[in-house]
């Protein structure tokens, strides 16, 4: 009898750090956009391949729309290790390297196939781990698409951008590709653009054809150019110490769940973006301006001076790279 209460009191006790263990571990992913965009879709399927893939060790807690912190708040917060993963656009890690600054350069990539070769180049990977120093490690690139020029007044060429106030996301490249036109930059954070196109504090922004559709950029600003000029993408992020910290198996099954999610939200992206395109296109009251060859050239030559400023802050070999990709239709390497 006494040996059976023993063995009873040590199964007790074993149990209880099973019973403890039981509960899966949280892993925060905050993002800024809603669950029906790329993003947000992109980041559901990413919980839902880890829950099947990692069982109920792990289960991946997403704050979407802003509702935990801002892009720039949650990289600071994966390099404090706060929090597990974000997917900030690229523009926003200027506090922590220059180097995707040439994701920002005008004019750089004329399509998302150009934009795939670089990012899936030697170079382009190597850029995931630019921040490797600081606690951020890169996973890989979420698309969101090329960026198009709209504004509350016809234009055609960067001479009519004179004196106009664009809307922009807060990066140095990006104010300097409007100034060199004469027009006037005007930072403004995601959450309040809506009501700063509405309320005329801005003339004019760019964006992608899923966000100028979403958002409805459109009905305050129905002169749109097929511009292409510039990227929207994201860049999903860890702390570099919390990847590091998970075992090999776990840390190949999470890789493998988000570049699965990846695929889908690119996939995702692309398809949005084409069908917004369409439906602006057919839109009654909406202007489309499509740049000629020679036109497309007058606006790149106008920015190309931009490229020169910015070569040795972001690395020549880097700069070269993304231009080989988009000229010579190639990988970068």
């Known amino acids: 009898m006494k040996t059976q209460f023993l063995l009873a009191i040590l199964f007790a006790m074993l149990m209880v750090p099973l019973t403890l263990s039981a509960a899966p571990r949280q892993l ?21 391949l880890v829950k099947e893939k990692l069982g109920d060790r792990y289960e991946v807690v997403i704050y ?21 993963f974000a997917a900030p656009a690229l523009s926003k890690f200027v ?35 630019s921040m490797a120093d600081q606690g951020i490690r890169g996973l890989g690139y979420l698309h969101n698409g090329l960026k198009q020029l709209s504004a509350n007044r016809p234009f055609e060429t960067p001479d009519d951008l004179a004196g106009l106030r664009f809307r922009i996301i807060n990066s140095d490249v990006l104010f ?18 809506y009501e700063a196109i509405k309320n005329d504090r801005v003339d004019g922004q760019e964006n992608t054809w899923s966000n100028i559709y979403t958002s409805q950029f459109y009905k305050f600003q129905p002169y749109i150019m097929e511009s292409n000029h510039g990227l929207l ?10 990847w590091a910290s998970l075992d090999e198996h776990d840390r190949r099954l999470m890789q493998y769940s988000l570049n699965m999610a990846l695929e889908y939200g690119n996939a995702v992206a692309a398809a949005k973006s084409l069908n917004d395109r369409v439906d602006l296109r057919n839109m009654r009251g909406v202007t489309i301006i499509t740049p000629s060859p020679a036109e497309k050239l007058q606006w790149r030559d106008a920015m190309k001076p931009i490229w020169r400023k910015y070569e040795t802050v972001i690395g020549k070999s880097i700069v070269e790279a993304a ?11």
Not at 32 to 44: Q, S
Not at 177 to 183: E, G, K, L, R, S
Not at 233 to 242: C, K, S
Request: glycine share 4%; no cysteine; hydrophobic share 45%.
């Open 28 to 48: 925060i992913f905050s993002h800024v956009v809603g669950p029906d965009t790329p993003k947000g879709k992109m980041a559901l399927m990413f919980k839902s």
């Open 233 to 242: 993408d994201y860049m999903v992020i860890t702390n570099q110490h919390f």
């Open 95 to 129: 506090k922590h390297t220059s180097k995707l600054k040439v994701f920002d350069l005008p004019f750089m990539f004329p399509d998302m196939a150009a934009v795939s070769r670089f990012q899936n180049s030697f170079t382009g990977q190597m850029l995931l781990n």
């Open 323 to 333: 231009r080989a990709a988009s000229v010579n239709q190639v990988a970068a390497q």
């Open 64 to 84: 979407d729309k802003a509702s935990l912190m801002s892009d720039v708040e949650a990289v600071d917060a994966i390099a404090a290790g706060q929090i597990q």
């Open 176 to 193: 300097d590709q409007f100034q060199i036109v004469n027009a006037k930059p005007v930072p403004i954070p995601w959450p309040e653009t």
